[in-house]
């Protein structure tokens, strides 16, 4: 149980374009979903949580007009990155917490790589 | 403000041998405390947490942690390291309560030598 998928795992895109990634909890309820940035060799770097039904909560620093969430449903979360740039480049990785658990329990996807060229 | 040091970036032991990874945190209260595994190009995979209790929390693929409060710490041990089990590990913390944010260590990258 408690799997997140992530679509696409790879993607390449043109400098100016959008990409859509979507995080899907596949057997479980989620009203939190979290989504981290991940340079090379570096740890993961939240970027926002997203709540079922509301507006996502951005992290200092993070472009909420850049990177667009909107978590429609309990099981699926999108992060649209706009007008994707070289240094938009990274792993995306999303997490999800289910509905039911106090603790804080976070489950990960299998993330998304996103190249812009 | 919470944050989470994992002293150690690299370490690399003999397959067989045994492992400690270090983590130490610093929060107000005792937060809660995860152990998580990602390999190359992958997500995260949960070993462990701790909440309450016990403080030896027993996880996944044989590994287990000590929750000490007074060194703040949250160190993870394998007595015996398979050459599957080089990846990269983060400790995390995240408030007491739930629903609430994780802060992850900076991660050490463990490698196994055959």
């Known amino acids: 149980g408690a799997v997140v998928s992530q679509h696409p795992s790879r993607v390449i895109c043109k400098s100016g374009t959008s990409v859509k990634i979507e995080c899907r909890s596949l057997?479980?309820?989620?009203?939190?979903m979290f989504w981290y940035r991940q340079f090379p060799k570096q740890s993961l770097m939240l970027m926002a949580t997203s709540n079922e039904g509301s507006k996502a909560t951005y992290e200092q620093g993070v472009e909420k007009d850049k990177f667009l969430i909107n978590h429609a449903s309990l099981t699926l979360s999108t992060l649209t990155v706009t007008s994707a740039h070289p240094e938009d480049s990274s792993f995306y990785i999303c997490s999800a917490r289910e509905s039911r658990l106090a603790t804080g329990e976070q489950y990960f996807g299998p993330g998304t790589r996103l190249t812009v060229t | 403000a919470q944050s989470v040091t994992q002293p150690d970036i690299h370490i690399t032991v003999s397959e067989g041998a045994s492992l400690e990874l270090r983590c130490n945190y610093s929060y107000g209260a005792t937060p809660y405390l995860f152990w998580y595994v990602q390999s190359p190009g992958q997500g995260l995979q949960l070993l462990l947490k701790?909440?309450?209790?016990?403080?030896l929390v027993q996880g996944i693929k044989g590994f287990e942690a000590e929750f000490k409060r007074s060194q703040s710490s949250f160190n993870l041990r394998k007595p015996s390291v398979h050459w599957s089990d080089a990846a990269e590990y983060f400790c995390?913390?995240?408030?007491?309560?739930?629903?609430?944010?994780?802060?992850f260590g900076t991660g050490t990258q463990l490698k196994v030598e055959l």
């Open positions: 057997d479980f309820q989620a009203t939190t």
């Open positions: 995390a913390v995240a408030p007491t309560g739930g629903g609430n944010k994780l802060t």
């Open positions: 701790y909440f309450s209790g016990d403080t």
